[in-house]
């Protein structure tokens, strides 16, 4: 079975940087699409990055563009997400899910939605970003 395992997250200062972790086993890349989502409560859970061998190029929701950075270690089966000038409205649940085949993601002012389900989920870790 497919599992994602999401660490790294933490309280930061604004303007700081964090690297989240996601362990991912029993899933190839080249068949996989990895996306990290973000969630604060209230708030309907928000696509901020995702890529596949199936995209031409990895998908960066508008409000992350230019700060964060996805990036893949095949050797250790481990997918990070770079987070750098964090800003307070970053604070958020953020998790890592995978797909058989390519993100689906359909953008839309600004945002990016899921034309289709992401059909496994990490837990979930929390970034806190302090103004």
């Known amino acids: 079975e497919v599992q994602l395992q999401a660490s790294g997250g933490g309280l930061v200062q604004a303007g700081g940087s964090l690297r989240l972790s996601c362990v991912v086993s029993?899933?190839?890349?080249?068949?996989?699409?990895i996306a990290w989502y973000r969630q604060t409560p209230g708030k309907d859970r928000e696509g901020i990055s995702c890529f596949s061998n199936g995209d031409t190029h990895t998908h960066y929701a508008d409000s992350v563009k230019g700060r964060f950075t996805a990036s893949t270690d095949y050797a250790r089966n481990t997918v990070y997400l770079q987070m750098n000038s964090l800003k307070p409205e970053d604070t958020a649940v953020y998790y890592c899910a995978a797909r058989r085949g390519p993100c689906g993601w359909v953008y839309y002012n600004g945002r990016y939605y899921a034309a289709q389900s992401f059909d496994y989920w990490g837990q979930g870790t929390q970034v806190t970003v302090s103004s």
């Open positions: 029993e899933l190839t890349f080249d068949d996989y699409a």
